[in-house]
């Protein structure tokens, strides 16, 4: 079992920055990665960022390169989000998930476990 829990979602204009984070706890080898999803209103929940444990690599969607960064602090277990030049279209309730097996996963159906999400709402 893995247990997530998000925070660092809120309220912020456009063009600022947020940094979520993701603790997690319970079944996390070396052989999980870690995501990050986002699911706006009436549309489906979309890939925004995996992070492997054990080596680092990365893949960050291309809605949010350069304006998104992943990153992992294995001693502590968490994972965070930090999102900078923030847009409207970046509204959305925001998830962590983590994925048992060694590749790294870009949709949601390849992931194991899920937190609870926390909103992001982007004012224009």
């Known amino acids: 079992q893995v247990q997530l829990v998000e925070s660092g979602g809120g309220l912020v204009q456009a063009g600022g920055s947020l940094r979520l984070s993701c603790a997690a706890s319970g079944r996390t080898g070396s052989s999980t990665s870690m995501g990050w999803f986002r699911q706006a209103p009436g549309k489906e929940r979309e890939f925004v960022a995996t992070?492997?444990?054990?080596?680092?690599?990365?893949y960050v969607a291309d809605s949010v390169k350069g304006r998104f960064t992943i990153s992992k602090d294995n001693v502590n277990k968490m994972v965070y989000l930090q999102m900078n030049s923030l847009k409207p279209e970046d509204a959305a309730v925001y998830y962590c998930a983590a994925r048992l097996g060694y590749a790294l996963g870009l949709t949601y159906r390849e992931y194991d476990y899920w937190g609870q999400g926390t909103q992001v709402t982007v004012s224009s």
């Open positions: 992070i492997r444990w054990s080596d680092g690599r990365t």
